[in-house]
């Protein structure tokens, strides 16, 4: 079961993220996207969320991001959260905008 919501800004996530918590998501399950991988980073450590690593996405697939492009890379990433491959394109284009994407997953 996944919840996403496309945010314009840094604020809007946190609120995002808080109301995500308050319908019992914890921190461990909500994860942050954005195009550029520095904003990403920095949004992800600030507001205290996980990042998206090997335990979500498998050995295989963190190793094959290296090579992949920054496109590729997010795609995969929210598919191995659970989005379908139609709506991680989807949410990808919404950072291709400089949107950023919050993605609560609770596996199975």
Sequence with gaps: METVRVVENGVQAKKE????IMQGYTKDEIYLL???KDRSNDLTDSLDISDIGMSEQ???DSLANVFRTRGDELRSKMESLGLSSNDAERYEKELDLGKVVVVASKSA
């Design 58 to 60: 498998g050995v295989m």
């Design 17 to 20: 993220i808080e109301q995500l």
């Design 34 to 36: 954005a195009h550029d």
